[in-house]
C-alpha cells in the first residue's frame, strides 16, 4: 500500500504502524505517530490498521539539556 510519511511517498510491505515502524528501522525508539491528522498513542501500533492513501507523521524525541 502506498502511504504518504513525513511528506514522501513509501510503499508499505504490511498494513499497521507496527509495521511501518519497523520498516523504516525506528523500532525501540520513543515515537509519536499520527495518521491522517490524529496522534494514535503507542499502545495501538500494534493494532492500528492503515489504508491506502493514509497521511503518516513520525517525530521521534530526542533528550538533551
Known sequence: MKLTVNGDTLT????TIADLVTQLNL?????????????VPKSQHDDF?????????????????
Open 12 to 15: 508499505l510491505d504490511g498494513t
Open 27 to 39: 523500532a525501540g525508539r520513543r515515537l509519536a505517530v499520527e495518521v491522517n491528522r490524529d496522534i
Open 49 to 65: 490498521t492503515l489504508n491506502d492513501g493514509d497521511v503518516v507523521e513520525i517525530v521521534h524525541a530526542i533528550g538533551g539539556g
